[in-house]
């Protein structure tokens, strides 16, 4: 595996051609760069989410070239703070031209989902996201063994078969 971040985690989207599938399988994120939007939210406090356009940015720029941008959360509910946070978030992804999914965790018992978070390219590059132990994000761990991203295909099929779109999701 190899280690990228920045500009280079940004390149797998840019080479990317037909997808780009991000599976997130935790309840809790405590990157410092969002600490702040979060302290925000549970307090009730406005935010202009300028944090957030870079990332809003890169999906346009990725959308608009054909490429489909799809997120799928497996969560546990009752939701976590950081859930609630990130789903409230989560229609600017959509505004960027994600498509964002939502899948209780009690869907995958008895046989749980338990990978560490991944992006999956074109369905053969798999990339894993890597966090210090602080939270703050490292980069991903890329990878094209076929045996996982054969896994990590599976496991986009059948997540991504459970889990609701957003809005229906947040309409629940």
Avoid: C
Wanted: glycine share 6%; net charge negative; aromatic share 12%.
């Amino acid at each position: 595996m190899l280690l990228v971040e920045g500009e280079d985690f940004l390149d797998l989207f840019r080479a990317a051609k037909r997808e780009a599938f991000h599976l997130e399988n935790s309840d809790i994120y405590e990157t410092p760069d969002e600490s702040e939007p979060l302290r925000k939210f549970l307090a009730g406090e406005p935010d202009d989410y300028q944090w957030f356009t870079p990332w809003m940015d890169h999906v346009r720029e990725t959308t608009a070239r054909g490429v489909s941008v799809r997120r799928a959360r497996i969560v546990t509910e009752p939701h976590t703070d950081y859930t609630r946070f990130a789903k409230a978030v989560a229609r600017l992804n959509e505004e960027a031209g994600e498509d964002v999914r939502y899948a209780g965790r009690h869907l995958f018992e008895p046989h749980p989902v338990r990978s560490p978070d991944w992006w999956l390219f074109d369905g053969g590059t798999l990339a894993y996201t890597v966090f210090e132990p602080s939270g703050r994000w490292a980069g991903a761990a890329v990878t094209t063994d076929p045996v996982l991203v054969e896994y990590a295909q599976g496991t986009r099929e059948l997540v991504w078969s459970l889990a609701t779109p957003l809005r229906s999701y947040a309409a629940q």
